[in-house]
C-alpha cells in the first residue's frame, strides 16, 4: 500500500538474514537460502505496485520470526508476539531488506535517515512488515 511519500509493505515470507558474501577473484557470492529468499521475494514484489520514494527517508521493520516447531505450546503461547533476543542479528535482516528494496523503493538505503526495527517471535511461517516515508 502506498500514499504519497509513504509505502507499506506486508512481506508475506520468512525473514532471512544477509549472510556475509564469499568474496572471490570470480566475484562477491551468498549462499544458496539468501539467493533463494531473495528471488522470491523480488518476485513477489513485482506483483506490487511500488513507486521510487525520493529525498530523505525514515523506515520501520517488525521481523516476524516463526516460533520452532518443539517448542510446547505453552511456551509458544509465553513468547507470541515478544521479542527475539538470540541469533541471527537485527541488522543481518534490515540489511536483507534493503538490499531487495535499492533501487526499487529508493534509489539507494543511504536515504534512509532514521530507521527502527524489531524481531518478534510469531506463530506460522513469518513475514516482515516494512513501513518507509519520508522524513518531516
Known sequence: KERGSEMMLHIPFR???CPRPKVTHYGTFYGKNYTAFKQV???WLDKQKIEKLEGA???EM???IPMPDSWSKKKKEANLLRPH???PDVDNFIKSVFDILNERAFDDDSQIARLRASKIWVDGPGHILVEIKGTD
Open 57 to 59: 527517508l525514515e523506515a
Open 41 to 43: 521475494v523480488n518476485e
Open 62 to 64: 517488525v521481523f516476524g
Open 15 to 17: 525473514p532471512c538474514p
Open 85 to 87: 533476543i538470540v541469533k
